[in-house]
């Protein structure tokens, strides 16, 4: 029955963390319904493999409910589900690329190498999953073999619906985990041949430690890149050419990307609107002090964002505003209407009953079921007296298909959750049942008999009839925003003009750079697929028409502006990013024209805006941090560990001036050079490196995601 799922579903056995290891990030869960796109089935392209829109969509609902039960859910917002989607197509992706790099290197990873890695039981991922040993917390391989043969030899006809599908989803979250562990294993190979590969000698080592270990202290003085106004420095196109071909590889993109402006127009409240909420709940509230029954059906016509619940909960799950005022308040008291500014909302509550209820319950149950429904009346009556009249619990319970194991709840799984009558009762017969005493509970077409084993954490519990009413616009109010912006839209069909006329119609225009069709929001705003794709597929200059978007509160109109290509980056595009580099490198170089020759830091200090520091313990491997120009500075690191004692360094181009060094001291830290540390230090680089080689991958691989057209 649901109410089983339910609390299943909420039990520790289903609590764990999926890690998709190095090249793999948790995310959410996410789906809408697949539409074609002009016939086209296909929503990426890796290295010449296509993914169809159906097997991603299996992937995706793969993934989704593995983090609905490892996370406790039953459904997932927006955010949620991009986010899973994001996650299956890195995924995808990322599978792709080391599978075809593992082919060339001949890694693999073999059913008998899997097989040593389960029943070796401490992976991660294995140490996370529901088959765990109760008393060490540890893996338990009996135990997953134990349910893999209940699986194997389940009869679906004798079993009730409820335990079949719980037995179906968790053999699917096992053969995730499974398919998960194989690609985590294949990615952590290739990781440590990348990782082999960086251990060079000990030579290299001891330089490694070295650097790390000789601390440098020293005098310093310079002058900071502040102290020349910008607008002295010309920057020319040759200057910012010369610089971009120097820097051209690190401006590669791997997507074609777009530059847009667009006008969002988001709809508020009038004033109008706000007096009429305040009017209706001002009403509410007068009702609501003479309703003394069916509480649900009056909280629901009121409108109010929160509905009641027949099961007493803590204050923590009320809204703020309402546990914030309930020890001023009196049982059956309303209080209200009151205005709260928090989430723009009017309210009025009534305290309907005060308890005290655990936050924890330890019980176990039968489920009782038969042909007809006076049959399973009779069998739960016989079996319910049985039990009362001295018989085993947990053998009756395998008498009919169930372990009679006892479970532990917790009041989180059902606080704040939205039940129904069945699912209500059955919690309030958890809590009022008195321990160790039997209760025969019909719910639905069954019977359950309980029994309540233990209770703790004994707190405080309300039940509240809250009116909670956010302040929106009315339909005249959105009405007329649209109107206004519509015929705005109508007479601007150019970005020129939009540009031109926006300020004195009052609309903003915003330019964003370099969008992607990975992204799921355009400007930031929810549900605006449509627009990206009208992005995608429009030709510069062009004005999309309006789109209503957001949480139908948002108006907005977008005008292409250029289409960027896959490959590198146009100079145009990253002057603006190059333009402060080449600021101050002019400036270094007319500082460093000024020091030319000299030799003493006292010549430096003599300079006009000079500044002059000590700086202790600098080391080779960590930049210095010069707190005269308030910078990390890893090219003074880099001069300090070569500059003798007493000797005075040349102009040394920093990040944040030009300065001139004379080191006082030098001494070794007190750490003790030990060669396999440095090999580990240096394998703990490999996941970086791994990471930049899946970058270049993805560069000499063709990867597209047309995802876009599709979800």
Same mark, same amino acid.
């Given at each position: 029955m649901a109410t089983l799922q339910t609390i299943r579903s909420k039990g520790p056995l289903l609590v764990i963390v999926i890690g998709l290891a190095l090249f793999a990030f948790i995310a959410g869960d996410a789906w809408k319904i697949l539409q074609p796109h002009q016939g086209k089935q296909e929503v990426g392209e890796v290295n010449g493999k296509t993914l169809s829109a159906q097997d991603y969509q299996q992937m995706v609902d793969e993934l989704s409910e593995v983090i609905k039960m490892t996370n406790n859910l039953s459904s997932l917002n927006?955010?949620?589900?991009?986010?899973?989607?994001?996650?299956?197509?890195? !995924?995808?992706?990322?599978?792709e690329l080391l599978a075809n790099e593992a082919k060339k290197l001949g890694l693999k990873v073999t059913d008998a190498e899997l097989q040593s890695i389960i029943d070796e039981g401490t992976n991660q991922l294995l140490m996370q999953t529901p088959f765990r040993n109760p008393q060490t917390?540890?893996?338990?391989? #009996?135990?997953?073999?134990?349910?893999?043969?209940?699986?194997?030899?389940?009869?679906?006809?004798?079993?009730?619906?409820?335990?079949?599908?719980? @037995?179906?989803?968790?053999?699917?979250?096992?053969?995730?985990?499974?398919?998960?562990?194989?690609?985590?294993?294949?990615a952590q190979k290739y990781q440590n041949l990348i990782a082999k590969s960086l251990i060079s000698n000990p030579v290299q080592a001891e330089d490694n430690f070295n650097g790390r270990n000789d601390q440098t202290d020293l005098l310093l003085a310079g002058v900071p890149y502040s102290s020349i106004s910008d607008s002295t420095i010309t920057v020319t196109n040759d200057d910012l050419?010369?610089?971009?071909?120097?820097?051209?590889?690190?401006?590669?993109?791997?997507?074609?990307?777009?530059?847009?402006?667009?006008?969002?127009?988001?709809?508020?409240?009038?004033?109008?609107?706000?007096?009429?909420?305040?009017?209706?709940?001002?009403? @509410?509230?007068?009702?609501?002090?003479?309703?003394?029954?069916?509480?649900?059906?009056?909280?629901?016509?009121?409108?109010?964002?929160v509905s009641y619940s027949d099961v007493p909960v803590g204050k923590t799950v009320l809204p703020s505003d309402v546990?914030?005022?309930?020890?001023?308040?009196?049982?059956?008291?309303?209080?209200?209407?009151?205005?709260?500014? /928090?989430? #723009?909302?009017?309210?009025?509550?009534?305290?309907?009953?005060?308890?005290? /209820?655990?936050?924890?319950?330890?019980?176990?149950?039968?489920?009782?079921?038969?042909?007809?429904?006076?049959?399973?009346?009779?069998?739960?009556?016989?079996?319910? !007296?049985?039990?009362?009249?001295?018989?085993?619990?947990?053998?009756?319970?395998?008498?009919?298909?169930?372990?009679?194991?006892?479970?532990?709840?917790?009041?989180?799984?059902?606080?704040?959750?939205?039940?129904?009558?069945?699912? /209500?009762?059955?919690? !309030?017969?958890?809590?009022?049942?008195?321990?160790?005493?039997?209760? !025969?509970?019909?719910?639905?077409?069954g019977n359950l008999i309980l029994q309540v084993m233990d209770k703790k954490a004994m707190k405080d519990k309300y039940k509240v009839a809250i009116v909670k009413r956010p302040v929106e616009f009315s339909k005249e109010t959105y009405s007329n925003a649209y109107n206004k912006f519509s015929q705005f839209v109508a007479q601007n069909t150019t970005l020129e003009n939009m540009e031109k006329n926006a300020e004195e119609a009052g609309y903003t225009i915003t330019p964003r750079t370099n969008l992607r069709s990975s992204e799921h929001y355009v400007g930031g705003v929810k549900s605006t697929r449509e627009a990206l794709k009208w992005i995608f597929d429009a030709k510069p200059g062009e004005v999309s028409p309006l789109y209503e978007c957001g949480e139908n509160d948002h108006l907005l109109v977008v005008a292409l502006e250029a289409v960027n290509p896959k490959g590198y980056a146009s100079l145009n595009q990253v002057a603006d990013m190059l333009r402060p580099e080449v600021i101050r490198d002019k400036k270094a170089a007319k500082i460093m024209d000024q020091m030319k020759g000299f030799t003493s830091l006292d010549q430096v200090k003599g300079m006009q805006n000079a500044v002059s520091d000590s700086v202790k313990h600098v080391t080779f491997s960590a930049p210095a941090y010069v707190s005269v120009t308030r910078g990390s500075e890893p090219a003074v690191s880099a001069y300090a560990s070569k500059t003798e004692v007493n000797k005075v360094s040349g102009p040394i181009k920093g990040f944040s001036g030009v300065y001139?060094?004379?080191?006082?001291?030098?001494?070794?830290?007190?750490?003790?050079?030990?060669?396999?540390?440095?090999?580990?230090?240096?394998?703990?680089?490999?996941?970086?490196? /791994?990471?930049?080689?899946?970058?270049?991958?993805?560069?000499?691989?063709?990867?597209?995601?047309?995802?876009?057209l599709f979800f």
């Open positions: 927006e955010d949620q589900l991009n986010n899973i989607k994001d996650q299956v197509w890195d !995924n995808y992706v990322t599978n917390g540890a893996f338990d391989k #009996d135990m997953l073999k134990k349910f893999l043969v209940d699986y194997a030899n389940l009869d679906a006809s004798k079993m009730p619906a409820q335990y079949v599908e719980y @037995y179906q989803k968790m053999y699917s979250f096992w053969k995730f985990v499974e398919k998960t562990l194989r690609q985590t294993t294949l050419k010369k610089l971009y071909d120097t820097r051209k590889e690190s401006f590669k993109q791997l997507v074609e990307t777009r530059d847009i402006k667009f006008i969002d127009v988001h709809v508020v409240p009038s004033d109008a609107d706000r007096q009429e909420v305040q009017k209706e709940v001002t009403e @509410y509230s007068n009702q609501l002090a003479t309703v003394n029954s069916d509480f649900p059906t009056f909280v629901r016509s009121t409108g109010s964002s546990a914030a005022r309930l020890d001023s308040t009196a049982i059956n008291e309303v209080y209200g209407p009151y205005y709260n500014q /928090a989430d #723009d909302s009017y309210n009025a509550f009534k305290i309907v009953a005060k308890t005290t /209820a655990p936050d924890s319950i330890q019980f176990r149950q039968i489920q009782v079921y038969a042909d007809t429904e006076a049959k399973t009346t009779t069998l739960a009556d016989s079996i319910y !007296n049985a039990l009362k009249s001295g018989a085993d619990f947990a053998e009756i319970a395998k008498k009919y298909g169930q372990t009679g194991e006892s479970t532990w709840v917790n009041a989180m799984s059902w606080e704040g959750a939205n039940l129904d009558n069945e699912n /209500a009762k059955f919690i !309030n017969t958890l809590i009022s049942q008195p321990v160790n005493e039997l209760a !025969n509970v019909k719910l639905g077409q001139m060094i004379q080191p006082y001291s030098k001494e070794k830290g007190a750490e003790t050079f030990d060669v396999k540390k440095e090999e580990e230090s240096v394998k703990a680089m490999a996941p970086r490196y /791994a990471q930049q080689c899946l970058f270049e991958l993805q560069l000499k691989n063709n990867v597209e995601d047309k995802r876009y």
